[in-house]
């Protein structure tokens, strides 16, 4: 079974830097494109970061400058840096993933998602 792990999310106040981890286990062949979403309260599900296999990244244009999208092959490992965060930068922060499996087709996960909450 395939599962996505978040990591990272608190409060911090406005200004301040977290860092956020997603980590992929289970009997996983091969991983492709990685994601950062995140929901806010009475919002739709957004995409923040997104970055492929060969490391090539793409941000919204709420965070560009602000949030950094890394991974970490061998430890199946995807991570945000997040930066001068914004009090509208809270919400539930998701991790995605398409990912190949043992005797399992490509497919999107999602992990339980981190609460990051950005207040004074």
């Known amino acids: 079974q395939v599962q996505l792990v978040e990591s990272g999310g608190g409060l911090v106040q406005p200004g301040g830097h977290l860092r956020l981890s997603c980590v992929a286990s289970?009997?996983?062949?091969?991983?492709?494109?990685m994601d950062w979403y995140r929901q806010a309260p009475g919002k739709q599900r957004e995409l923040v970061a997104t970055?492929?296999?060969?490391?090539?990244?793409g941000y919204a244009d709420s965070v560009k400058g602000r949030f950094t999208i890394s991974r970490d092959n061998p430890k199946k490992t995807v991570y945000l840096e997040m930066g001068s965060l914004k009090p509208e930068d809270t919400a539930v922060y998701y991790c995605?993933?398409?990912?190949?499996?043992?005797?399992?087709?490509?497919?999107?996960?999602w992990g339980q998602g981190t609460q990051v909450t950005v207040s004074s």
């Open positions: 970055i492929t296999s060969n490391g090539n990244t």
């Open positions: 995605n993933a398409d990912i190949s499996a043992v005797f399992r087709p490509t497919t999107t996960y």
């Open positions: 289970g009997s996983i062949t091969q991983i492709y494109d």
